[in-house]
């Protein structure tokens, strides 16, 4: 008797991708791109199956952190020029 064949692995590729999209289209929080990356970069050493959904899930979750960071460095930066704007004003 033969054992079953398995399907290959490819939980982490998949759900790397998923985190990517819903990050970029429903603009989760800040962790879930750290989660997803994590994932991506697990799945590219673990499941040879899901290297491309790994792959995109990668990209699509730096994207998403990119546009985190761009966004608290413009609040961070908005926030110094109203303190600067406040305390040269003369007031």
Same mark, same amino acid.
């Given at each position: 008797?033969? =054992?079953?064949?398995?399907?290959?692995?490819?939980?982490?590729?998949?759900?790397?991708?998923?985190?990517? /999209?819903?990050?970029?289209?429903?603009?989760?929080?800040?962790?879930?791109?750290?989660?997803?990356?994590?994932?991506?970069?697990?799945?590219?050493?673990?499941?040879?199956?899901?290297?491309?959904?790994?792959? @995109?899930?990668?990209?699509?979750?730096?994207?998403?952190?990119?546009? @985190? /960071?761009?966004?608290? =460095?413009?609040?961070?930066?908005?926030?110094?020029? =109203?303190?600067?704007?406040?305390?040269?004003?003369?007031?």
């Amino acid at each position: 008797m033969t =054992a079953p064949a398995t399907a290959p692995r490819t939980g982490l590729g998949t759900a790397s991708l998923v985190l990517g /999209i819903c990050s970029l289209l429903a603009g989760w929080t800040f962790f879930a791109p750290v989660v997803g990356l994590c994932l991506g970069i697990a799945s590219r050493s673990r499941e040879p199956m899901a290297r491309g959904r790994a792959g @995109w899930g990668i990209l699509l979750n730096l994207v998403a952190l990119a546009v @985190w /960071i761009l966004l608290v =460095a413009l609040l961070v930066a908005g926030g110094v020029f =109203a303190v600067w704007q406040g305390a040269t004003s003369g007031r």
